[in-house]
């Protein structure tokens, strides 16, 4: 463990989970204890918990709690409740593959084991919520390495330890260069409309020491454009097999604009966010959140009365515009196709859930 190691969102304690209420950082660090299945899915839909891994995570404690209910209920035939939970909880936010991908091997575990499955599960999410951290801190190193020349760096949204296990994706990467004083600035995005940046990434970097610059969204291309940046780091919710990066929406404004003015666009995602069973990012199902986020700020309605608004709380970038893909397993540059498929073995296509994207 690194100093820069210490908010853990998602946490098991004796018989139930704890999760970091995100939807009140900085103002308030709120613990929410939940004891079964639907309030975990219903946690991860409004965001109490957020972030590719951690919802992954949450969900893969949310199974435990499946596996309980659905034993207790019936316990010579418990399985289809516990897949019809195993459902809710899949289908709590669409764009994180992360989210399926940590139920599909809850559900295989299921399979493999004769012990108690509410045993066999914890045992499972315990084993999700160390790899995502292990990753994380590989992920700092291969990243920060990638940084040759001191300079500034860009980040969108939050990929800190709020939105995984620990220590980050695409922030894990700002720690560990920054420990390596191989960042003079880190600047972030405030990340309209749930303001994850201003907020969150801002609140990590400061507990951290690290200084940062916030910036309105609109305003990052004539950052760049001042030579201020050097690299843009961002995290995802989606890789698809050719390379597409599916992040929180932006983060493709972000990418044209680094190609443009020559900045590094680097993406930074653990293994459990690559989905090989995804030909490119317009398979990507992209979440549509309550226009109302919109039109106001933080909860205060703002837009004039009568204003619709559109919502799309994700985007694509293509491939080409990624120049350095980072996972646990890695550095790709520039992703394609044929990378990625070398990369990744073609069986983790296979381990999708059932029921699609
Ligand atoms: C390590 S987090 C990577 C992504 O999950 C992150 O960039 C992001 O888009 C989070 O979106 P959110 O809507 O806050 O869940």
Redesign the pocket.
Known sequence: MTRFDTIRPVVWQDDHLQLLDQRLLPGETRWLAFHDSAAVAGAIRD?VV??????GIAAAYGAVFAAREAVAAAPADWLPRFEQALAVLGDA?PT?VNLRWALARQRRQVDASTDDPATVLLREARAILDEDLAANHRMGELGAGLMTEPGGVLT????GSL??AGY???LGVIRSAWAQQRITRVYADETRP?L?GARLTAWELLQDGIPVTLLADAAAPALMRSGAVRWVV????RVTANGDVA??IGTYALALAARHHGVGFMVV?PTS?VDMALPNGDAIAIETRDPAEVLGVHGTPVAAAGADAWNP??DVTPAPLVDALVTEAGVIHRPDTESMRAAFPVERAAQAMPGGA
């Open positions: 965001m957020r972030g590719a891994p951690a919802i936010r994180a969108h949204c939050n990929t939105a995984t980050g994706t695409a749930w994850q961002v995290g995802a919710d992040n929180k995602a966010t709380v994700f």
